[in-house]
């Protein structure tokens, strides 16, 4: 049983199709008056009906006051560090601190390599991916950023600017040797779907995380947990992932917090998803908020 005691936060993942851009900003504009705490978007940038991500958040953040962003996640071997940091860093300044900076070593080699990207895998993606958060967290709190290794070559340049409120770097990751790297060097993991990494699989990559973190000498607390949840919120048949009524959804996403270590949900809705956003922020979220504070409070 794990519960590592971080308030509880919740977002939406918005779909960056560009044929449904209306319908994404009337959710972004929902979920910021729904109370949510995040917008996510996914970065598949060599999907030719997806708009670039950055370009959607920087568009999103001009009609959205108070809620922040979440990259989930940006693509590191298209998106090289010392630009990444530069990106994040200038959205930090202009949103006002409403970004956080998730990113990953990338899913799709086929993909990455057909952009021009880099063709890591394995033991080299791992070294690339620590390697470059090393990069962006030097160049996110300004100064010089220098680094020469088998993977990067950033000669040296001072970095800046330096938003007023730090930006968290939080990393995607699914492996043994990625999953360490969350623990040594992130100040988050954002684990897949819930369909890809399901709940029993999750102790097992909590612990990776957690030791990890130990033998860097940091606390495992200090680590944010993200669940990206995909599901329907209704009585419905046949749907994928979490599915089931506001009741089921809230004790469930109480016990994935305190049994499980998670803080922080990004819904994924199945069907209609303006409808279940309604749903989720007016009904669940405020229930497992309640749970959750009532299952910490008998501890």
Same mark, same amino acid.
């Given at each position: 049983?794990?519960?590592?005691?971080?308030?509880?936060?919740?977002?939406?993942?918005?779909?960056?199709?560009?044929?449904?851009?209306?319908?994404?900003?009337?959710?972004?504009?929902?979920?910021?008056?729904?109370?949510?705490?995040?917008?996510?978007?996914?970065?598949?940038?060599?999907?030719?009906?997806?708009?670039?991500?950055?370009?959607?958040?920087?568009?999103?953040?001009?009609?959205?006051?108070?809620?922040?962003?979440?990259t989930d996640v940006a693509d590191l071997q298209l998106r090289p560090p010392a630009m990444l940091a530069n990106a994040a860093a200038s959205l930090g300044v202009l949103a006002e601190g409403r970004i956080i900076l998730g990113v990953g070593g990338g899913a799709f080699a086929d993909a990455i390599a057909g952009m021009g990207g880099g063709r890591r895998t394995g033991r080299e993606m791992v070294?690339?991916?620590?390697?470059?958060?090393?990069?962006?967290?030097?160049?996110?709190?300004?100064?010089?950023?220098?680094?020469?290794?088998?993977?990067?070559?950033?000669?040296?340049?001072?970095?800046?600017?330096?938003?007023?409120?730090?930006?968290?770097?939080?990393?995607?990751?699914?492996?043994?040797?990625?999953?360490?790297?969350?623990?040594?060097?992130?100040?988050?993991?954002?684990?897949?779907?819930?369909?890809?990494?399901?709940?029993?699989?999750?102790?097992?990559?909590?612990?990776?995380?957690?030791?990890?973190?130990?033998?860097?000498?940091?606390?495992?607390? !200090?680590?944010?947990? =993200?669940?990206? $949840?995909?599901?329907?919120? /209704?009585?419905? &048949? *046949?749907? @994928?992932?979490?599915?089931?009524?506001?009741?089921?959804?809230?004790?469930?996403?109480?016990?994935?917090?305190?049994?499980?270590?998670?803080?922080?949900?990004?819904?994924?809705?199945?069907?209609?998803?303006?409808?279940?956003?309604?749903?989720? !922020?007016?009904?669940? =979220?405020?229930? $497992?908020?309640?749970?959750? /504070?009532?299952? &910490? *409070?008998? @501890?």
């Open positions: 049983m794990t519960d590592y005691g971080h308030p509880m936060s919740f977002g939406l993942s918005l779909d960056p199709d560009a044929d449904a851009l209306t319908r994404t900003r009337q959710l972004a504009r929902a979920a910021a008056d729904g109370g949510l705490d995040f917008l996510a978007v996914q970065d598949h940038a060599y999907q030719p009906g997806h708009l670039d991500a950055w370009t959607l958040i920087t568009h999103l953040a001009t009609q959205t006051e108070r809620i922040s962003f979440l070294a690339y991916t620590e390697q470059a958060l090393h990069i962006m967290r030097a160049a996110l709190t300004g100064g010089a950023v220098r680094l020469r290794s088998d993977q990067h070559t950033i000669e040296g340049y001072t970095a800046g600017p330096v938003p007023a409120s730090p930006i968290p770097l939080w990393l995607g990751s699914q492996g043994p040797r990625m999953l360490a790297v969350t623990g040594r060097s992130s100040d988050g993991w954002i684990s897949p779907l819930n369909i890809y990494v399901p709940p029993d699989e999750v102790p097992a990559k909590q612990k990776i995380i957690d030791d990890a973190a130990r033998s860097a000498g940091r606390d495992p607390a !200090a680590v944010r947990r =993200v669940y990206n $949840v995909i599901g329907v919120i /209704g009585d419905v &048949r *046949g749907g @994928r992932g979490l599915v089931g009524d506001v009741r089921l959804w809230t004790e469930t996403l109480a016990r994935w917090a305190t049994e499980l270590g998670f803080d922080t949900f990004v819904f994924w809705p199945m069907t209609a998803p303006l409808s279940q956003l309604e749903v989720f !922020a007016a009904e669940v =979220v405020p229930a $497992v908020r309640e749970r959750v /504070g009532q299952i &910490r *409070g008998r @501890r």
